[in-house]
């Protein structure tokens, strides 16, 4: 039991409601494709490609599916599985493989604009404002959002994209990997997120505290580990912690 000298934070869903985002761009980034794709061959007199939205959709998705199967190593590295997919789609679909690669890679340019346009909770960044100034920043996120471009990205000089190390929550690797870029004992530090599974139960087995941020209240919780509904109530477990120091240390 040690001072609490950092926190890290998962994004999707902890800091920001994530379905609404990524509905828009999954149908957003596909259907830019087959538009951008239908003009680029009509100006180049050639015959559209047959791919429709619903179909070709329902096939990327099988395609990134399978990739994940064929691939484990590589099932948290979501950027990864599309740009894949969609190179071998649109190959099958006809396209000369350097024009695959270039529109592939285009259209996940596409995804990553879209993937960013999220809306943090109202609180997010004033709390992560004042949190800044007493302790170490980090987030970690499975997503595969452009963590440089995401809009509250100026409060986290450490960010951990854990698709990307190929080690996805839960596995405690970006975890750790945080913790050593914070240069930070796990006891000294706290997890917030929305998982009990990727969050949680990583963070806690690790000797963090974590903090779940669920509105179910049935479930018992283990040592280190507080349930809030809403991010803007972390302030409260800071607060209870504090409360417990004593002699520079903090209690559970």
Known sequence: MTMLQAITFDLDDTLWDNH????????GHYRWLLEALEAW????????????????????????????????ERRGDFTWLRLRALEAQLEGAGLHRSAALMWAGAAMNEFHRLRVQVTPHPEAAGLLA???????LAAITNGN?????????????????????????????????????????????????????????????????????????????????????????LPSVLEKLEMHHSGGVYSH
């Open 145 to 233: 959002i452009h963590l440089k471009r995401q809009p509250l990205a100026s409060y986290f000089p450490v960010a951990i994209a854990a698709g990307e190390l190929l080690a996805p929550k839960p596995d405690p690797t970006p975890f750790l990997t945080a913790l050593s870029r914070l240069n930070v004992a796990p006891e000294c530090a706290m997890h917030v997120g929305d998982s009990w599974q990727e969050d949680v139960l990583p963070a806690q087995q690790l000797g963090m505290h974590a903090v779940w941020i669920s509105e179910a209240e049935d479930q018992p919780l283990p040592p280190r580990v507080h349930r809030i509904a809403h991010i803007k109530e």
């Open 20 to 27: 609404g985002v990524m509905a828009r761009t999954e149908e």
């Open 41 to 72: 061959r009509a100006a180049r007199q050639e015959t559209a490609l047959a791919l429709s939205h619903e179909e070709g959709g329902l096939d990327y998705l099988q395609r990134r599916q399978q990739l994940a199967k064929e691939v484990p």
């Open 130 to 136: 004042a949190l800044a100034e007493r302790y170490q």
